[in-house]
């Protein structure tokens, strides 16, 4: 299984535009085979920041994923919201156990 998690900052001032555009992409992400959970969250306490948060079931899955056109008008309305920086990091995971 494949992991990526980080942040997109973005400024404040977009963010309902920023939430307009994530609402669609997480929609038709959800629907993609193999993807297991996918999800954008604003971060309580820092505007202008989202967390992402995803889970694959293999490389091709995620592969697939960044060639879908859902991604790419993403990508392309992302690019209009005065995105500031990205730090989204792919961990491979090979075991996981429950914690709570």
């Known amino acids: 299984m ?3 998690s980080g942040t997109i900052s973005l400024d404040p001032a977009n963010h309902d535009a920023a939430v307009a555009v994530v609402g669609p992409l997480v ?3 959800l629907a993609e085979e193999g993807n ?3 999800g954008f969250w604003v971060h309580p306490s820092e505007p202008g920041e989202l967390r992402v948060y995803e889970e694959w079931a293999d490389r091709d899955a995620l592969d697939a994923h960044m060639a879908t056109p859902h991604m790419a008008e993403f990508l392309g309305a ?3 919201l005065g995105v500031t920086g990205t730090d989204i990091v792919l961990h491979e995971v090979t075991a ?3 914690l709570m």
């Open 78 to 80: 992302m690019a209009n």
């Open 96 to 98: 996981s156990t429950k």
């Open 36 to 38: 297991i959970t996918y």
């Open 2 to 4: 494949l992991i990526v």
């Open 27 to 29: 929609e038709a992400t």
